[in-house]
Every structure is written in structure tokens, then in C-alpha cells.
């Protein structure tokens, strides 16, 4: 649901050429979240090394920022639907690489929340079919 949020945001905010502060901002929102609940579950390594801080900068820098931005950008040019369904689909191609690529066997509840997503996004994708890429009706003639 909070991915749902962010991505609902970040949509409204590109389409008022506001991208930036909108991403921005939840940026923000998640580090303060993120780093509350590290501090509750983890504690607080004030000196993690630089290896680790190098990986944590290209991370964020590569994929994150610069990726981000793009589909803040991209977004609202897309029909909602399409978009919904294309960026709801990133935590079930998540799971499938863990898979295939590292190994990893899902868990029951992980492959529920796969089968909810991919659910939805049929649901989704069958329910606005006469949309514009602004998300109106086309007009018959």
C-alpha cells in the first residue's frame, strides 16, 4: 500500500511539472520513516566503513535518483493504467529474480502478495481500456 502511495504521488507530481519537489519529498518522508525503524529494530552505526557507504551511494545514485526521476517524468505521459500495471509489476520481477538468480524460494506469503499484484494489474488493465494517455474518454464519432 505505502509503494501504491508513492507511486500515486509521484504521478500527481509530475503531471503539475513539480517532480522534483515531489520526489523530493517523499525521499524525505522515507528516510525519516526508514531510519526510525532501523533505529527500533537495529540500532544506529554511526561509522559503517567506506566500502559499505561507497555501495549505499551507487545504490542510491544509480537506481534511486536518476531512475526515479526518469519515471516521475515518464509517467504522466502513459495512460494510468499502463503505468500502474508496469511499476506494480517491479516487486513480482523482484521476487522472480531472487529466484532464478540468487537462488531464493519465495515464501507462501511472498507469493500471495505476487498473485494479489498480478491480480490487480489484470484487473486494472481490463477495467480502463478506453482511455487516453491523460487518462480521459475518447470521443466516438
Known amino acids: 500500500m505505502c509503494y501504491s502511495g508513492f507511486l500515486y504521488l509521484l504521478r500527481r507530481g509530475g503531471r503539475t511539472g513539480q517532480v ?3 520526489y523530493t519529498a517523499v525521499v524525505a518522508s522515507a528516510a525519516v520513516v526508514s531510519l526510525a525503524a532501523g533505529l527500533l529494530w537495529y540500532g544506529f552505526d554511526p561509522a559503517p566503513g567506506w566500502r559499505v557507504l561507497g555501495w549505499l551511494l551507487a545504490v542510491a545514485a ?23 500495471v508496469l511499476l506494480l509489476l517491479t516487486p513480482v520481477g523482484a521476487v522472480a529474480l531472487g529466484a532464478v538468480v540468487l537462488g531464493e524460494r519465495p515464501t507462501p506469503l511472498q507469493l500471495a502478495g505476487c498473485g494479489v499484484i498480478l491480480a490487480g494489474a489484470y ?4 477495467g480502463d481500456t478506453s482511455g487516453d494517455a491523460r487518462g480521459g474518454s475518447r470521443r466516438r464519432r
Do not use: D, E, N
Open 62 to 84: 544509480c537506481s534511486q535518483v536518476v531512475g526515479w526521476l526518469l519515471v516521475a517524468t515518464a509517467s504522466p505521459r502513459l495512460a494510468g493504467h499502463v503505468g500502474a
Open 123 to 126: 484487473a486494472m488493465s481490463r
Open 20 to 22: 522534483r519537489q515531489v
